[in-house]
């Protein structure tokens, strides 16, 4: 009965993992907000982006603090912090543009808001790998999947709630964005659904493992686990390492430029009768539907690619997933992929790799060096999370012409190493 009770007890958890990776993953739908910012106060793309550039490299690092305050604090808490930091910088960022200030908007939205998300994702991926040790990467995937598809919901709710609160005087000047009042929404709701979820997150009891569970001879068990000290001193830490780190740069690079890119594709598309706010409006709508759709599929190929690895290995998914992006990439540079639609396909595709790294390194890193100290471990990998997170965006930015070919560099080299990357064996090692 025990047993019994515990196993319904972890799919609970799966589901509040679920929730709280939702509304983290709103901030991948940051490009829908940075054209109605950069309109409405005259910034800079450069200086508009550097607000993702902030946060991504912010989340990252406190996604490693928050994996070695969940090994030593527990998830409830760590949870519960993450969700009061990231709805209070969401409500930051509101105020930031109702002023017109960028540096408040850097603070409250790429760095409180950063760290909440940082602790708060980090959380559910340590705490079900814990309590999932027969379905390690099914169940990483269907958490961070979570965190792929939250872009969805925001980029199809977003665009029509700036609009509708984008406010115009009598003299046609807009005097209102729209952004303030749809951050202040979500900031509140950020902060009761986020804190809500965070208590029910509980470490399992020690020693448990699922009704007729056996692990796998090639995974490292819990009593042969490496804590940080021994894993970082592994050159496969290092690797994978890199390897997530080449990923998603590359991947965060396209998402920055996503919905601008899919709108310049989309030009060509629009009815020729139309023109000023109209077309604004409709490029707008297709930018917006471009971040949706591919969000969709960031959100399910982490569960694919993710149930994948449990069958043909983590190393393998890795191996396919660079050489197919990177194929892509050179495609899209070379501008054969010149509609919209087609993008749009691509798109899916090439997130859908980028949401299956994310899914299946916490899986790849708990197999190598054990789940004893995963909290710690991964979280200090997810530093690779914030490294991209300035380096892909950075590239996209400044390089516009050349990104895509260095992006497909970048997976070039990561091919490398999935390829010639051999597992650890644990302490006995």
Aim: glycine share 14%; net charge positive; charged share 10%.
């Amino acid at each position: 009965m025990a047993n019994e009770n515990l196993e319904s007890k972890r799919w609970l958890i799966a589901g509040a993992a679920v929730v709280m990776q939702l509304c983290l993953g709103t901030v991948y739908a940051w490009s829908v907000f940075k054209k109605p910012l950069m309109g409405m106060h005259h910034w800079g793309e450069t200086e508009t982006q550097l607000t993702f550039m902030i946060l991504m490299g912010v989340l990252g690092c406190a996604a490693a603090f928050g994996g070695t305050l969940v090994d030593k604090k527990g998830p409830k808490f760590v949870a519960t912090i993450g969700g009061i930091l990231f709805g209070i910088g969401t409500l930051i960022a509101g105020y930031a543009d109702q002023i017109g200030n960028i540096y408040l908007l850097y603070l409250g939205f790429g760095v409180i808001a950063a760290l909440g998300n940082g602790f708060g994702y980090v959380t559910p991926i340590a705490t079900l790998i814990r309590w999932f040790p027969d379905k390690r990467g099914l169940v990483t995937g269907l958490a961070v999947m979570g965190f792929g598809l939250g872009a969805f919901f925001m980029g199809q709710i977003a665009p029509p709630m700036i609009a509708g609160f984008k406010t115009v005087d009598a003299a046609g000047t807009v005097t209102s964005s729209g952004v303030a009042n749809t951050f202040y929404i979500w900031g509140i709701i950020f902060l009761v659904l986020v804190t809500g979820a965070a208590q029910l997150f509980k470490n399992p009891p020690a020693g448990w493992l699922p009704a007729g569970f056996k692990p796998a001879a090639s995974s490292v068990s819990a009593a042969d686990s490496l804590n940080f000290g021994q894993a970082v001193k592994t050159p496969q830490w290092w690797m994978l390492w890199a390897m997530l780190f080449l990923n998603v740069s590359a991947g965060l690079g396209l998402i920055s430029q996503l919905s601008p890119l899919a709108q310049d594709l989309y030009k060509p598309m629009v009815d020729p009768s139309l023109a000023g706010d109209a077309v604004v409006k409709k490029l707008a709508w297709a930018g917006g539907l471009a971040v949706a759709i591919t969000a969709i599929f960031n959100g399910l190929g982490r569960l694919f690619w993710a149930k994948i690895s449990d069958n043909i290995g983590r190393k393998a998914v890795f191996a396919t997933m660079f050489l197919t992006q990177a194929i892509l990439y050179v495609l899209i540079g070379m501008g054969i992929v010149s509609n919209f639609w087609l993008f749009v396909i691509i798109g899916c595709y090439l997130l859908a790799c980028y949401g299956g790294g994310f899914a299946t390194m916490p899986a790849f890193a708990a197999d190598n060096f054990g789940p004893g100290y995963i909290g710690k471990v991964y979280g200090f990998m997810l530093t690779a999370w914030a490294c991209a997170g300035i380096a892909g965006p950075l590239v996209f930015a400044k390089f516009k012409s050349e990104a895509l070919f260095i992006a497909a560099a970048l997976l070039a080299v990561g091919l490398v190493i999935s390829i010639v990357f051999t597992g650890t064996k644990g302490k006995k090692a």
